[in-house]
């Protein structure tokens, strides 16, 4: 069994879009819009996750690319094997050799003429007379220049011909060398191909998961921690379905809201604001880190009915500045069988952050009243009424993040639906991070 880790996109867009939403809080109160240096802008379109036509074209693509890399290196090696080079350089070659051939005759029969000349030079006798003498020194003279001009016409030939091999020799290194390249481009061009597949193929397996309330996560926890100290978190994940759940995973994480007046833009780096989370439970005592955004908590088999409790330790960098954030969860299921499911619904817990060294402002105590309150007006639009206000916690899961159409105050609590609501729609919409069998957790 496969389980797909789907929370690449989710965990983004849970930690962008409180983010955004908190910077727009003064806008909401001023009734004005926000400066355009501090608003994100809209998603790109190049932005949103491929279609199942686009992975399908993606596949034919980098199979039309491995087939012609792999066509290009079988004829460089079949050149390489027939040694088929540049004619014009086979030619030169030849040619060079052919003139070292008449280079190393031509100076064999000058060396000859040497000899000969030597010898009727040594002949000459005291009664020879001096225009003998001096034709036999010159016939000497003229040999010797000629030989000297034949070993001077052979080192030239010689030359020639070493030019001639060393351009051949580099043509075929070109070749090897190409080759080699070619097998490193394939090497590339195979994982890309299997990228693709594996991108296809766990869309394919992703488009068959449902969305559904098989699994709910109730999340709670104090209404204020302090930076630079750990506060706990509960967190329980129940089965609602009427089956048992093969293989349940959880995924948690925490996150500062963004502060007002801080610069958000696509370049900004939302890692910043991550609060680190350690969980532990009844199976796992020590508290273990969510190391990876991607990481799950792995619940395992989760019978009908049942429930596996989890505590959440977070703990905000010790110069975390005062503000708010929020906690979230969200889990995923797949079964033997090969049913999956991703749960509509996660959860979120938001709390005000101390400054290190503050002290939560005490709440103050009402005041009686003898008269009866005013009730008070209504909006027509009462927005998600399953969850609390911000700077408290909520152990009810919140369906899709749907905002309300409030007025400033209501600005921060819903923020929480954003973030909670931002990782149920960015779950449908990515890919698998990561696979493992759910059989050896049966």
């Known amino acids: 069994m496969k389980i797909r880790r789907i929370l690449a996109t989710a965990v983004a867009a849970a930690v962008t879009t409180p983010v955004v ?39 034919a693509k980098a199979q039309a690319k491995l087939d012609a890399l792999e066509a290009e290196r079988k ?31 031509a100076r064999k029969t000058a060396d000859q003429k040497v000899v000969t000349a030597q010898a009727a030079f040594d002949k000459l006798t005291e009664t020879s007379t001096e225009e003998e003498r001096k034709l ?35 043509a075929r290194v070109a070749l090897a060398r190409k080759a080699e390249l070619l097998r490193r481009d394939i090497v590339l061009a195979e994982e890309e191909l299997a990228q693709a597949e594996q991108d296809l193929e766990d869309f394919e397996e992703l488009s068959e998961c449902v969305e559904d309330d098989a699994v709910r996560i109730d999340l709670s926890g104090p209404e204020t921690i302090t930076a630079g100290q750990p506060a706990v978190f509960s967190m329980r994940v129940t089965n609602t379905s009427d089956r048992a759940l093969d293989l349940v995973d959880v995924y948690a994480n925490a996150s500062r809201l963004i502060l007002p007046g801080e610069d958000v833009d696509e370049d900004t780096d939302f890692t910043k604001w991550s609060i680190p989370v350690e969980w532990s439970s009844a199976d796992v005592l020590e508290w273990t880190p969510v190391s990876d955004e991607f990481e799950s908590i792995e619940v395992g088999k989760l019978a009908k009915g049942a429930h596996y409790d989890v505590k959440l330790r977070l703990t905000a960098a010790a110069d975390s500045p005062a503000g708010q954030g929020m906690a979230f969860a969200y889990a995923e299921y797949e079964n033997n069988d090969g049913t999956c499911g991703m749960a509509l619904d996660g959860a979120h817990a938001g709390f005000d952050i101390l400054a290190k060294g503050d002290k939560p402002k005490p709440t103050p105590t009402p005041s009686p009243s003898t008269s009866t ?46 973030a909670a609501g931002a990782v149920a729609l960015g779950a449908g919409a990515m890919f698998v991070a990561r696979r493992r069998k759910a059989g050896t957790q049966a």
């Open 21 to 59: 939403f908190l910077s727009a809080a003064p806008a909401f109160a001023d009734t004005k819009p926000s400066p355009a240096a501090t608003q994100k802008p809209a998603q790109n379109e190049d932005d949103k996750p491929p279609t199942h036509q686009e992975l399908v074209e993606a596949v």
């Open 373 to 418: 309150p005013a009730p008070a007006p209504s909006t027509g639009n009462t927005g998600n009424t399953n969850t609390t206000q911000q700077g408290g916690s909520s152990s009810t899961p919140v369906n899709n993040g749907t905002l309300a159409a409030t007025g400033a105050n209501d600005v921060l609590p819903q923020l929480g639906l954003a």
């Open 75 to 105: 004829q460089v090696l079949k050149d390489l094997k027939d040694d088929t080079i540049d004619p014009a350089l086979k030619a030169e070659f030849l040619a060079a050799e052919e003139a070292v051939k008449v280079a190393e005759e």
């Open 136 to 170: 036999a020194e010159k016939d000497l003279a003229d040999a010797k220049k000629a030989a000297e001009d034949a070993v001077t016409a052979k080192t030239a030939a010689d030359l020639r011909l070493e030019k001639a091999r060393t351009a051949c020799d580099d």
